[in-house]
């Protein structure tokens, strides 16, 4: 939007006369700022920044030195040959009674056999007066599902603070701050710096002097903790923990599986003030045994509620069968017989792999269920309903008619009259 307040207008003239980034910051941006790789295949490798090719002689433990640029490299194996990288980063100024931080974003594009090629710009500058006030400068930020970039003119950007759960589309959160960056004494004072990551330099200058777990947190510069401050509930709850890795200067490479390991040691009454428990040496190991280990006792816990279910269906269901248990009729080698127990149904269900146990038809009032047999062998599985004497269903292997399906319907519709005079008999 344009400026229309004296404030706008002020940080915009100041803004405008404000010194554009000199060559020197940009190359130490290129070197600084961006991942440094070499592709790798079964018979060569190639360096991204120089682009030229090299053996894969001198790799080693993933790592080497481009012969030709002499930069030091991460080697990934691929059959790639380009690669895209975006970063941000940002320096700090004070002018007048403001605290400055000017964020640009740098672009790389990597291609075989070429050198590699940059885009910078400024993106974005934070005005902050000592009230706290913020007012932000900047491009305009498209940010959507299908693009994320900066265009447009130069103007005032309204915004507000998201909150902890959702950012703003103008809270930019540099890599790294250039070391010419210069911070009000004030801020120094309680940490606030160029090593300054995790968190935006208005979030950490509204955040810090009032959280000593955050003060703490950058002081110690354990940025990878720094950036959940205002994420959730981990730092408080888990405070304790977190000094005891402070205090043994435990480096915590994924802090997401760490806050999820540390749930796992509460599920299992772990001591959370014990640095053998805290710290583990192998955090992935550790934090993917114990997933397994809940997840087996979640599984026993299961087959327990399971069993202890069906043991109350059964007594359920065996009251209501009492009047039909030991009916049975058969016609040649067919046997047709009342299913009389819940064990009964599981059984069933595995053998003919159809839904009788696992959709509870023990639990419906109105049914009957029997089972057709040949060798004491299910091959069928017929529901009545009691209310109309009719069949509903006679279903075969994997819900299919067998090849005696109409044997059985005609054997059971013979019987019905004497399902129909057991039932009424024991209901008079």
């Known amino acids: 939007m344009k400026a229309r307040t004296k404030l706008h207008i002020r940080v915009k003239k100041l803004s405008e006369a404000m010194p554009r980034i000199k060559k020197i910051q940009e190359k130490w ?78 672009r790389a594009y990597y291609k075989k056999g070429e050198k590699v090629h940059y885009f910078l710009q400024a993106i974005m500058e934070d005005w902050i007066l000592p009230n706290g006030k913020i007012t932000k400068i900047g491009l305009l930020h498209t940010l959507n599902y299908y693009c994320d970039s900066f265009s447009g003119s130069w103007e005032i950007r309204d915004w507000r603070h998201a909150g902890y759960y959702t950012r703003s589309k103008y809270e930019i959160y540099p890599r790294m701050y250039h070391p010419d960056s210069v911070f009000k004494p004030e801020f120094k004072k309680i940490g606030i710096n160029k090593n300054l990551a995790g968190l935006t330099l208005p979030e950490a200058i509204s955040i810090i002097p009032y959280n000593p777990k955050a003060e703490t947190l950058l002081k110690a510069k354990r940025f990878e903790l720094l950036e959940h401050v205002t994420s959730g509930s981990e730092i408080n709850r888990f405070w304790p923990s977190i000094k005891i890795a402070l205090r043994n200067k435990y480096k915590i490479k994924d802090v997401k599986i760490w806050f999820d390991y540390l749930d796992l040691l509460i599920y299992f009454q772990k001591d959370l003030h014990n640095a053998v428990y805290v710290c583990p040496k192998n955090l992935k190991k550790e934090h993917d045994r114990l997933v397994n280990k809940k997840r087996d006792r979640q599984r026993r816990e299961e087959i327990e509620r399971r069993r202890r279910e069906i043991e109350q269906a059964d007594i359920l269901f065996r009251s209501k069968i009492e009047k039909f248990t030991g009916l049975q009729f058969k016609s040649g080698e067919i046997v047709v017989k009342v299913l009389e127990s819940v064990k009964e149904f599981e059984q069933e269900g595995e053998i003919l792999n159809h839904c009788v146990f696992t959709n509870e038809y ?44 109409k044997k059985i319907v005609a054997l059971v519709k013979k019987n019905i009259p004497e399902i129909r005079r057991i039932f009424n008999h024991k209901i008079a």
């Open 29 to 106: 941006a290129h070197q600084n700022c961006l991942p440094h790789l070499a592709y790798a295949n079964k018979s060569s490798a190639f360096c991204l920044d120089c682009g030229k090719s090299f053996s894969l002689d001198i790799i080693s433990r993933k790592t080497a030195t481009c012969p030709h640029c002499k930069q030091y490299l991460k080697v990934e194996l691929t059959r790639k040959t380009t690669h895209k990288a975006v970063t941000y980063f940002a320096i700090a100024h004070v002018i007048e009674d403001f605290q400055v931080a000017e964020y640009f974003e740098l």
């Open 362 to 405: 023990y639990a419906k009032e109105e049914s009957l269920i029997l089972s057709a047999r040949i060798d004491n062998v299910p091959v069928e599985t017929i529901e009545i309903n009691l209310g109309n004497m009719k069949i509903v269903q006679s279903r075969g292997l994997g819900n299919n008619p067998s090849a005696y399906n």
